[in-house]
Nanobody, 123 residues
């Protein structure tokens, strides 16, 4: 079993930056693809970014491309999401998730989820 804990969320002004972390425990996730998703009030959970187990492949939602960067440190069993040039529409609860097999952006493909961390961007 894998436990994922997100941290680093908070309140930031538009144009600012935040770095989210997702620490895994229970077992190593070094062989898992890892993803970040977000869910705004009244909206469905949406894909944000994904990184392959080696870190060699990344993919982003169009809405965050060029502003967000996903990375991982397998030695620390941790995944990061660096968010820059934040916009009010980035306000959401951000979740990390682990995928044992494959490199899918579909929420159903993920086996483990964290509890989320709130990001609020003020205008």
């Amino acid at each position: 079993q894998v436990q994922l804990v997100e941290s680093g969320g908070g309140l930031v002004q538009a144009g600012g930056s935040l770095r989210l972390s997702c620490a895994a425990s229970g077992r190593t996730v070094s062989s898992y693809a890892m993803g970040w998703f977000r869910q705004a009030p009244g909206k469905e959970r949406e894909f944000v970014a994904i990184i392959s187990w080696s870190g060699g492949n990344t993919y982003y939602a169009d809405s965050v491309k060029g502003r967000f960067t996903i990375s991982r440190d397998n030695a620390k069993n941790t995944v990061y999401l660096q968010m820059s040039s934040l916009k009010p529409e980035d306000t959401a609860v951000y979740y990390c998730a682990a995928q044992r097999r494959g490199l899918s952006i579909a929420t159903l493909a993920y086996d483990y989820w964290g509890q989320g961390t709130q990001v609020t961007v003020s205008s």
